[in-house]
């Protein structure tokens, strides 16, 4: 059953943005074993994911924020980011927005994104209110989805506790430093990615001038 659309004040909260009741205060972090954990928390096998409460319309909503295991259930899922229903796939793909990088080398094949899908009624919607790129986004078609990437804090061993090493960054599966990252979102590769027409969701002159 798709979550329903909740609104805030009358305005949509996308179905990823968390609420002020959900966040919960960083635990302890410690080295166990070769690895980051949390204190008083068994460290299992896997990624070590930032912890969240599941409190969705309890609050007031942070349109600039990202509740983890709801960006990673609609990155698993293929559910719309914004509604929470799944995406339809059409012969060019699933729908996808990006952060417009017309220009750069290849773009947007390959492209690495934390954004979940979001579906043709969404899309302008979340062009708008998406926060830091309002309004700088790029409506796409992905034919392919590999979500092989982890998107945290990577930390190193250190006294009392794990010291964290620079910005967040994206790790993929079988990378060795995943033992020392607290993860906060799936990052996926897109393949097969046409620009289209955030409005008609037809093929664009960009993607039809590319070689």
């Not at 080398?105 to 926060?131: D, F, K, S």
């Amino acid at each position: 059953m798709p979550p329903t659309l909740l609104k805030h004040k009358g305005r949509p909260v996308p179905c990823i943005a968390p609420w002020s009741n959900e966040y919960v205060p960083l635990p302890r972090l410690m080295a166990v074993a070769g690895m980051l954990a949390i204190k008083g928390q068994r460290r299992a096998a896997g990624t070590l994911w930032r912890p969240w409460l599941e409190k969705r319309g309890a609050g007031e909503p942070d349109y600039g924020g990202v509740h983890g295991p709801r960006q990673r259930d609609c990155m698993l899922r293929l559910l719309c980011q914004v509604c929470g229903v799944p995406v339809a796939r059409t012969e060019l793909g699933r729908p996808w927005l990006l952060e417009a990088h017309h220009g750069a080398a290849r773009w947007p094949e390959r492209e690495v994104t934390t954004h979940p899908p979001t579906c043709e009624e969404c899309q302008p919607v979340a062009n708008i209110q998406c926060r830091p790129n309002r309004g700088r986004f790029a409506s796409v078609r992905v034919g392919r989805v590999l979500a092989d990437g982890v998107y945290g804090q990577l930390f190193r061993p250190g006294t009392p506790r794990p010291v964290p090493i620079g910005r967040q960054q994206t790790l993929y599966a079988g990378d060795p430093q995943l033992r020392w990252m607290l993860a906060g979102q799936m990052a996926a590769t897109l393949l097969d990615v046409t620009v289209v027409d955030m409005h008609t969701q037809k093929p664009t002159a960009l993607c039809a001038a590319a070689p």
